[in-house]
Every structure is written in C-alpha cells, then in structure tokens.
C-alpha cells in the first residue's frame, strides 16, 4: 500500500469565470489526485510578475495524495489543460494555474519541479489562502510556519478574501 502525503496547492484563474475554473479544478483534484482535506476561500490577487492583466481568484487547498510529486504534477497540468490553458507568456493571462506550494516536508529541485514552490516565501497572494489552512505548517527550507512567512513577505500587493 503506498503511502498518503500531505500537499498544498495554489490555484489560481484571471480568465473566463474564474470561480467556476477554480471549483471545477478542486473537483478534478478530487477525482484525480486524492482527497480534498480543506480549501481556503476565494481571494482576489492583483497580478505578480507580470501586472497589466486582469486580476486573479485564488484559492490554497489542502490534499491527501497517494502520487508521487511527479505525479501529483502531471495531474495539476492535466486540470490547466482542461480549463484550457495556454502557455503563451511567463506570469501571464491564464484560465487556471495549479502549483504545488508544498508536499510534506520534501525537498525536491528537478528540471520539471521544485518543490516547496521556491517563490512562495515572496509571495502574498499564495501565502494569504495558504495561512488560512495551513497556519502551523513549517516550511521545510525557510524552518517557519506559513504564518511567519507571511509576516516577513515583502509584496504589498492587495490580496482580498470575496467568499
């Protein structure tokens, strides 16, 4: 029997009905990728990176996985793919994004995967959703809690809970 792991996730839409994409990617997850433990709500995101776009709906979610985080990937991919997803320029305009923020206390650099997400600690509007289910949870490289990166992240970029 393989072994359930712990991961975090982003999800995150600035195109289309972004809060339709977003539940419909939480209920691919569910059928795909494992267990559904708690989702975050919806919060409005202006755009990092890249910012002369519309403005994001993101969500963190919580999920009990039996995949490998290569796995655990492919499927995230498979999500975008379905909301229809077009990888046309980095940090742009897109129907949905799914990164994996964290999995367990694993930390994993390969060429298609770095895992914890290597820019969460500089980023609100992951940290935000994130902290609301996973306040206590300990970075595996940064060794403090989501809350205590959130505290010490420098991007003031407004980031609104709507729901």
């Known amino acids: ?17 972004r809060a339709t994409i ?3 990617a939480v209920q691919h997850l569910r059928a795909t990728a494992g267990t559904v433990e708690a989702t975050s709500g919806l919060y409005e995101t202006a755009a990092w990176g890249l910012e002369e776009q519309p403005t ?3 969500q963190a979610v919580r999920l009990q996985t039996k995949l490998t985080p290569e796995l655990l990937l492919d499927t995230c991919q498979q999500a975008e793919q379905l909301a229809g997803r077009e990888r046309l320029v980095r940090w742009g ?3 949905l994004d799914v990164d994996i923020l964290l999995y367990d206390g694993l930390v994993l650099d390969t060429p298609r995967l770095t895992v914890p997400h290597p820019r969460l600690p500089e980023r609100r509007f992951a940290l935000v959703p994130l902290a609301e289910i996973a306040a206590n949870v300990v ?3 940064a060794k403090c809690t989501v ?3 959130l505290v010490a992240c420098p991007d003031t970029l407004p980031v609104t809970r709507i729901n």
Not at 1 to 17: E, I, K, P, Q, W
């Open 1 to 17: 029997m393989s072994a359930v792991h712990t991961a975090y996730l982003l999800l995150g839409s600035n195109l289309g009905d």
């Open 22 to 24: 977003l539940r419909d």
């Open 56 to 58: 994001f709906l993101n």
């Open 93 to 95: 305009a897109r129907t």
């Open 139 to 141: 970075h595996p490289e």
């Open 147 to 149: 809350t205590e990166l």
